[in-house]
T-cell receptor
């Protein structure tokens, strides 16, 4: 069956460190993969999109990698800040490119 | 980026009543809008895809008579939860994307609507 797996356990890190979140998927062949941030009681906010032919993408303190062989994406936040505390969702297209399927998200806590 | 406005943000209603949620694209035209439902600590579950000027496409297991979707213009889609019951209590979120180039892959979400049915 098709699955998108993100670590359900919360990630706790110290301010200034690099946070690394993992997204694994099975039985999908996405053309692209996205990461979103969701704060409690709010809708998700788009962060980054990476295509299947791209290995890595960066935006300010954010970096995303996409390994289609491992079927995995890693999401890094460098020099993390307490304001980075949120749930981060991985999302990929369902193959037809029209629907986006979301993982359950990983909750990140950055301690000052 | 594109802005999607959703309201109300929070609604409490009695069992058996109907609730309408609006989703508007403020600075772009949205041919397609998506409606999601999210339970605490769970993933966004796609309920239906709303298409301007035509019938919505519902995901398997979603009752179309229960969750009525209307997309009458390029900037407005509505979701009506009919005869709501406590099990319909959830967080409902809409999204859309711009119909151009790479932007069409990026979804812009509304702030969500917390529905509590008593």
């Amino acid at each position: 069956s098709q699955k998108i797996e993100q670590n359900s356990e919360a990630l706790n890190i110290q301010e200034g460190k690099t946070a690394t979140l993992t997204c694994n998927y099975t039985n999908y062949s996405p053309a692209y993969l996205q990461w979103y941030r969701q704060d409690p009681g709010r809708g998700p906010v788009f962060l980054l999109l990476i295509r299947e032919n791209e290995k890595e993408k960066r935006k300010e303190r954010l970096k995303v990698t996409f390994d289609t062989t491992l079927k995995q994406s890693l999401f890094h936040i460098t020099a993390s800040q307490p304001a980075d505390s949120a749930t981060y969702l991985c999302a990929l297209d369902s193959g037809g490119g029209f629907k986006t399927i979301f993982g359950a998200g990983t909750r990140l806590f950055v301690k000052a | 980026g594109a802005v999607v406005s959703q309201h109300p943000s929070w609604v409490i209603c009695k069992s058996g009543t109907s609730v309408k949620i609006e989703c508007r694209s403020l600075d772009f035209q949205a041919t397609t809008m998506f409606w999601y439902r999210q339970f605490p600590k769970q993933s966004l579950m796609l309920m239906a895809t709303s298409n301007e000027g035509s019938k919505a496409t519902y995901e398997q297991g979603v009752e179309k008579d229960k969750f009525l979707i209307n997309h009458a213009s390029l900037t407005l889609s509505t979701l009506t939860v009919t005869s709501a019951h406590p099990e319909d209590s959830s967080f409902y979120i809409c999204s859309s994307s711009e119909d151009r180039g790479q932007a069409k892959n990026i979804q812009y979400f509304g702030a969500g609507t917390r529905l509590s049915v008593l």
